[in-house]
C-alpha cells in the first residue's frame, strides 16, 4: 500500500520526474565527496562500560558545597527543597510539556495558572504569562510588544549601560530584524541609572528598562522616578527583576512598571550549568498590551455543568494560530521550570520569601563589611547578592590563585565595562556560609594585594 510520506512508496519515479531528475544518485549529487564515507569512530561500547566512562569524568567535578563558588552575575546557588524535586517528577508534569489539547490536560494547565498567579502577586501586575525561555528573552519580547504598541512610530528602547551583558546581546538580535534602536543611560557616582542623562534619552522612545537590583547588584531606590521619567515621555516602563528580592522590596507593579521581566527559575530550580530557564512576563491590565503579549495565558473558568476548568485564554504565538497573526515565535514554554518555581513560592509563602530576601541582604552585607577591609568596593550603595570588587592587580591572577586555593572568584567585568578597570563581580545567597566569606578573606590578603 502506498504511503505519500514515506520517501521509498512506488510514486518515487514521478516525484524525480516533477523535480527533472532521473535517479537518487542526481539528488544527491551536490553533496561533496567523503560526506557519506564512514565516520573513523572508535568501537561502540557496552552501557556499563558508559556507565563506568561516564563516572570517571564526572569525578573531577568539584560542587559549589567542596569548592565555594562566588560566581553570580545571573546565575546563583540558591537550595531548593527536596520536595521540589520530587513533585515535578511526577508523570502528569514531568511528561505533559505543551497542552496542546489543553481540555483533557487540567492538571499542567491549573499548575501553570497557580505559577501565573503566584507572580503575579510578587511582581504587582495583574496579568502574567506561563513563562517564557528565560529573563533575557523576556526583556526582548517585551521591547517588541512595546514597540508594535507605537505602529512603528517610536522604535528606540532604552536600556542602563549596565545591564547584563548576555541579556543585552540577546536583546539586540531579536530587535535588529525590527529595526529597533537600543540606547544606553550610564550610571551615576553611586551605580545606579543616571536619571538625568535619562530624561535625554526617553525623548520618543517606546520603552525605557530598569533593574532590581541592577547589574551591579545595587538596589536601586530610584525606580519610581525612572518610571516617572519614561512616561512622561510617553514610553511604556520595562522592569527587569530577580524574584528571590520582592520580599523586602516593593513591587515594580506598584511603582509604576508597564511590563516586568525577570527570571523564575531562581525559584525551584538547580544551576544546572546555567538552564534551563523561565522567563517571567508580566504585564498591567491594558487590553491593548493583552492583544500583544506573547506566549500563552491560562485562565480558570466553569465548563458546561459549572464546574471549576482551566483553559488557555490567550496563545497568540504561530503555532496556535495564523502566523501573520503570531506575536512571538517563541516555540516552546518552559513549564516544567515554572512549575518547580510556583511549587518552590508557595511552600516558601509571603513570609518565607520575606525571610529569604533578609538571610541574602544580611549575608551580602556581611561580605561587603569582609572583603571591604581587603579590596576597593567601588560603588556605596545597598547589595543584594552581587557585589562589584576592584582590584589592585590584574584579576585573572587573583582568579587563578583563588581556584588554586580551592575557591571560585568572581565574575570579570573588564571586558564589557573596561572602564571599570580590574573589577569583577562576587555573589552571595542564603546559602554562602560566612566561614566561606572568612576563608576568602584570608586568600584575597595573599593573593589580591601582591604587586
Not at 564515507?37 to 567535578?61: A, K
Request: contains cysteine; charged residues 25%.
Amino acid at each position: 500500500m502506498a504511503r505519500h510520506y514515506i520517501p521509498n512508496h512506488p510514486h518515487i519515479e514521478e516525484m524525480l520526474k516533477d523535480i527533472e531528475l532521473s535517479s537518487i544518485d542526481d539528488l544527491f549529487s551536490d553533496v561533496p565527496e567523503g560526506v557519506t564515507s564512514e565516520l573513523n569512530l572508535p568501537d561502540g561500547m557496552s552501557e556499563f562500560e558508559v556507565f563506568m566512562d561516564m563516572n570517571r569524568t564526572l569525578s573531577t567535578n568539584r560542587t559549589a558545597l567542596d569548592m565555594p563558588s562566588f560566581l553570580g552575575a545571573g546565575t546563583y546557588f540558591h537550595h531548593v527543597p527536596a520536595h521540589v524535586k520530587h513533585l515535578i517528577e511526577r508523570s502528569e508534569f514531568l511528561t505533559s510539556y505543551t497542552p496542546y489539547q489543553p481540555e483533557i490536560s487540567q492538571g499542567i494547565l491549573q499548575a501553570l495558572f497557580e505559577y501565573q498567579s503566584m507572580m503575579a502577586e510578587l511582581v504587582g501586575l495583574p496579568i502574567v504569562n506561563s513563562s517564557m525561555y528565560d529573563w533575557g528573552t523576556a526583556l526582548a519580547e517585551a521591547a517588541l510588544m512595546v514597540a508594535r504598541l507605537f505602529r512603528g512610530r517610536r522604535k528606540k528602547i532604552v536600556v542602563p549601560r549596565h545591564m547584563n551583558p548576555d541579556r543585552r546581546r540577546v536583546l539586540e538580535t531579536y530587535t535588529r530584524g525590527a529595526g529597533l534602536e537600543i540606547v544606553e543611560v550610564p550610571w551615576s557616582g553611586d551605580g545606579t541609572m543616571d536619571v538625568e542623562k535619562l530624561k535625554e534619552a526617553a525623548e520618543g522612545a517606546a520603552g525605557v528598562y530598569a533593574e532590581v537590583p541592577n547589574f551591579f547588584g545595587i538596589l536601586n531606590g530610584s525606580i519610581r522616578d525612572i518610571g516617572e521619567v519614561a512616561h512622561d515621555a510617553g514610553a511604556y516602563f520595562i522592569v527587569g527583576v530577580d524574584p528571590t528580592v520582592l520580599g523586602i522590596v516593593e513591587a515594580p507593579g506598584n511603582l509604576g512598571a508597564d511590563v516586568v521581566v525577570g527570571e523564575a527559575s531562581y525559584f525551584g530550580n538547580p544551576m544546572n550549568f546555567g538552564g534551563p530557564r523561565a522567563g517571567i512576563f508580566a504585564i498591567k491590565d491594558d487590553r491593548k498590551m493583552l492583544r500583544q503579549m506573547p506566549g500563552r495565558i491560562i485562565g480558570m473558568t466553569k465548563d458546561s455543568e459549572g464546574r471549576r476548568t482551566f483553559v488557555m485564554t490567550l496563545q497568540t504565538r504561530e503555532q496556535h494560530i495564523r502566523r501573520a497573526k503570531a506575536t512571538s515565535n517563541i516555540c516552546s514554554n518552559e513549564a516544567l521550570v515554572a512549575i518547580a518555581a510556583a511549587i518552590h513560592v508557595a511552600s516558601l509563602g509571603p513570609r518565607g520569601i520575606r525571610e529569604l530576601g533578609e538571610v541574602i541582604l544580611k549575608n551580602t552585607e556581611y561580605f561587603k563589611r569582609r572583603v571591604g577591609d581587603v579590596v576597593e568596593v567601588p560603588f556605596r550603595a545597598v547589595n543584594f547578592k552581587d557585589v562589584p570588587l576592584r582590584f589592585g592587580v590584574p584579576y585573572a591572577e587573583v582568579h587563578e590563585r583563588l581556584l588554586n586555593r580551592g575557591m571560585h572568584g568572581g565574575y570579570y567585568l573588564g571586558h564589557a565595562f573596561p572602564e571599570l578597570g580590574e573589577t569583577a563581580m562576587f555573589a552571595v545567597t542564603e546559602t554562602t556560609r560566612r566561614e566561606w566569606v572568612d576563608k576568602l578573606v584570608e586568600a584575597l590578603r595573599e593573593v589580591a594585594l601582591r604587586d
